[in-house]
């Protein structure tokens, strides 16, 4: 028998308590980030240690910082500083003139998205509702008793366009974000209470940057798996191979972000149900379309939870709802879930602090324009936005389809629609849009794309969109080299960048820009 010297022993035993701690940490990076991207990562990083390469990291920063200050500073007019020392006179006129100058850009019919509204008249109603409930706040239902109510029937309300039984349940959070936090909050204790100590959620690549930051935030690994990239829908069977004992739920989209696309829910929920983990739908997008496409005569595939599986679901009111900004819902399916996203501190010196959602106090002014904005447009008024938008964003897809040089990405079902050319830059295309008729047009990548949202505040300038795309694409066809537009230069410096932690370090400059007085 071979006899080992005790150093010998003790370095072997190190090595092993070092690869036990290392290959667990390794496979997971692997499983989440993928071999190429770490060795991209790794490499990248070491390159940035030489001169060279480092003035160019240099070189790309100041230029992306130099281009995001002129985008936001440039617009300021007479910054202030210091908290005058008697008050403003005149804080209505300058409120006025800010108010009046971007009203030409909320209500021109030519921003992608951003803007929902369903017309002046629901717009003055909301207005109206809104002014006898500015200081609300809903942490104190004993003193806003009627904010409480207005809250608890948007979720009821919601709940039953969504078809959920008696048991389905909700909270009010204050947009697409909070409600997907929350989400993944709920589903990472459920995991705790059944031993998962490090919970998996599987998405689809497409998924909302919302679902990175609730990853983030609640340290949970999110398994991304790429979407077809003909259909730009996520494949039930590639979710099925990354299923592990740590998973603990998918999520997909209805609509995506990106390209409009809705995943198949129908198969994803079976998946869901017979793998017994937890399936949330993030109808945030097309959370007040889905529910009217039928009767406004677009039939379409369930999304709601008569499908198998479905837990939860999050839907913006302040997107195609048409309330004020800052109103989502988000719907369990039973109580006992819905608990798993609230936060509670018995033991606190200042009283019993137990709140459904992330913030403490909040404004109930938004709660009182939502729910009076709901119940004057009424299940007719929504049927009747919904037929004006989605004829809008099929004529705009038919009529794209006819111009050379462009194209639809995919089938959208909904009102989301994403551009891309084989032979142009987009992104320039896109640049050019804006500067021919004043668009303002979302700009995706992983591919490269422009993508539209047809609202029912810029239904009727879809003509409008279709001719000056069409002189758009000739002018790129014309000048190839159309990329030095800002917006194309950008992106092109984006899809150079191999390592995107360069990029993610490199773009939080757009963050320091919006608090740059």
Same mark, same amino acid.
Not at 451 to 473: G, I, P, Q
């Given at each position: ?177 909070? +409600?997907?936090?929350? &989400?993944?909050? #709920? ?8 031993? $998962? /100590?490090?919970? @998996? ?43 592990? +004992?740590?998973?603990? &739920?998918?999520? #997909? ?8 696309? $809705? /995943?198949?829910? @129908? ?251």
């Amino acid at each position: 028998m071979v006899a080992y010297s005790p150093f010998r022993v003790a370095a072997f035993t190190i090595l092993v308590m070092i690869l036990v701690q290392k290959i667990p940490r390794l496979w997971k990076l692997l499983r989440t980030k993928g071999f190429k991207s770490i060795l991209i990562h790794k490499f990248s990083r070491l390159l940035l240690k030489f001169s060279y390469f480092h003035n160019q990291y240099i070189k790309k920063d100041r230029y992306v910082k130099e281009s995001l200050q002129h985008m936001f500073l440039s617009t300021r007019e007479d910054p202030i500083h210091v908290l005058p020392e008697n008050g403003i006179k005149n804080v209505m006129q300058k409120i006025e003139h800010w108010a009046k100058r971007d009203m030409k850009f909320q209500y021109g019919g030519r921003i992608s998205g951003s803007v929902y509204h369903g017309g002046e008249e629901i717009n003055q109603i909301a207005i109206n509702a809104m002014k006898y409930y500015t200081f609300a706040n809903p942490l104190h239902p004993d003193v806003f008793p009627s904010v409480r109510q207005m809250e608890s029937e948007l979720v009821q309300v919601t709940i039953n366009l969504y078809h959920g039984s008696n048991q389905s349940c909700g909270v009010l959070t204050s947009g697409g974000t909070e +409600s997907l936090l929350l &989400a993944v909050l #709920a589903y990472r204790e459920w995991g705790k209470l059944r031993g $998962i /100590d490090e919970p @998996e959620i599987i998405a689809p690549d497409t998924i909302h940057a919302a679902v990175d930051k609730a990853a983030y935030y609640f340290g949970v690994t999110l398994i991304k798996v790429k979407v077809d990239q003909t259909t730009r829908k996520v494949s039930p069977r590639e979710v099925r191979k990354k299923i592990s +004992s740590s998973t603990v &739920a998918i999520i #997909a989209s209805a609509p995506n972000f990106p390209n409009g696309m $809705i /995943d198949p829910l @129908e198969e994803l929920g079976n998946l869901a149900q017979i793998s017994n983990i937890n399936f949330h739908i993030d109808a945030c997008l097309g959370g007040f379309l889905l529910p009217f496409m039928e009767d406004a005569g677009f039939p379409i595939e369930k999304a709601d939870f008569r499908l198998n599986g479905v837990t939860s679901i999050s839907c913006d009111l302040h997107k195609y709802g048409c309330t004020p900004k800052g109103v989502s819902v988000l719907m369990f399916s039973t109580p006992e879930l819905r608990r798993l996203a609230y936060f509670c501190s018995p033991e606190w010196t200042g009283g019993l602090y137990v709140t459904p959602t992330m913030s403490g106090s909040r404004p109930g002014v938004l709660s009182a324009g939502s729910w009076a904005v709901l119940m004057s447009l009424g299940k007719k008024g929504y049927i009747e936005i919904t037929r004006t938008v989605i004829k809008a964003a099929r004529f705009i897809v038919e009529e794209v389809s006819k111009i050379e040089n462009i194209k639809v990405v995919g089938e959208p079902e909904l009102s989301v629609l994403c551009f891309d050319s084989d032979s142009l830059n987009i992104h320039a295309i896109g640049n050019a849009m804006t500067k021919i008729g004043g668009w303002g047009i979302s700009h995706v990548q992983n591919p490269n794309g422009i993508h539209y949202h047809v609202t029912f505040a810029n239904a009727h300038t879809a003509e409008s969109f279709v001719e000056d795309l069409r002189k758009a694409v000739m002018e790129v066809e014309i000048d190839p080299e159309a990329e030095h537009y800002e917006t194309a230069a950008l992106y092109g410096m984006v899809a150079e960048t191999q390592d995107k932690s360069i990029v993610g370090d490199i773009s939080k400059h757009f963050a320091d820009c919006l608090f740059t007085a």
